[in-house]
């Protein structure tokens, strides 16, 4: 194990680089961040003409990729500016980077999965059905020829929540909703290994420090499906559970396909370091607790 490599987070403003930025900034002070808006304290860096030269000038030997169009909604509906962006830009940076000799960590997912089976491992082959899916797709194949040395780390994704109040993550948007007396309405056949930020930010540092290159799948091995879950956060509530309505998700009439288990096997991950992810029931009981004014212990 190396010491945390300096790193640049391209994509501060995000719900996951924001997060990385914070936490990171705890181990290494001099982490860079980077906004398309030019926010105070960040560098300005849009990916439609990505320039790291101001990168370069700070020393960064790693960056970690967070910018992109991510709705799969925004990427089906506006697929030439997606593609710009998620692909094109994505690969112009990554490309600059390896000259640069800096480590492009890029952030993929486990929709690059049909969702047929799940539990997919790192050499399964990725079918993707919707247009954000063969996004992360195109990214992925073009960092591997453009690092053709191996200098790269691409890590997979399942979804990832926080147990902020308020912020309108996976659990706290089901708690929220249950609180003010609403239905819940979640689909029994789609499955999930919901993930804490704050263990992803622990992870993907591990991962840095101990220099793992290639695909990685970085999720717990909790898969629950929506239904599950909002049941469990109804009964952490006390709550009716007739206020989650069991549907399915074809029932959402959703103008793009979604896979119903893209679960990824995360045995890979469990080799290369060992980490043990926050149990999902602790998450929902911290996240009904911010719902109902008092506190749990922290995990
Ligand atoms: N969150 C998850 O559960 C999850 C799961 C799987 C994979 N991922 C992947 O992880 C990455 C980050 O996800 P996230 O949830 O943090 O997304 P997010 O909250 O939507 O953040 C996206 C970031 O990309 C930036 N951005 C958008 N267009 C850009 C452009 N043209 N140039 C430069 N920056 C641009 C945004 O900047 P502005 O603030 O200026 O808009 C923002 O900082 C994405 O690649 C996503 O596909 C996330």
Sequence with gaps: MTTMPQTAIIGATGFLGRNFLSGYRKLRPDTVGTSRSGKEGLIDLDLLSAD?????????????????MCGML????????????????TLHLV???????????????????DGMSGGYDERAL???????GRQKVEAEDGIKQICAGGNYLIVRLSKIFSLIKGDGTLL?????????????????????APTLVTDLVQVVAMLQ???VTGVIHVSSSEVWSRYELALAMAAQMKVDPAMV????????????????????????????????????RQCIANVAANWEGRSVCPC
């Design 209 to 211: 420090m101990n220099n």
């Design 52 to 68: 790291i030269r101001p990168l370069k000038l700070a020393g960064c030997k790693e960056a970690l990729i967070f910018s992109s």
């Design 74 to 89: 925004a990427c089906e509906q506006d697929q030439v500016l997606s593609h710009r962006v998620n692909v094109e830009g």
């Design 126 to 132: 990725c079918r993707p059905c919707n247009a954000y």
């Design 245 to 280: 309505k069991k549907i399915s998700l074809d029932d959402l009439k959703e103008p793009y396909a979604r896979p119903k288990d893209p679960s990824m096997d995360t045995s890979k991950l469990k080799s290369v370091i060992g980490y043990d992810f926050t149990s999902t």
């Design 95 to 113: 490309r600059q980077l390896a000259a640069a000799g800096i480590k492009p960590v890029f952030f993929s997912s486990e929709i690059v999965f």
């Design 172 to 192: 706290d948007e089901m708690a929220s909703i249950l609180h003010r007396g609403g239905v819940v309405q979640a689909a029994a056949d789609q499955k999930i």
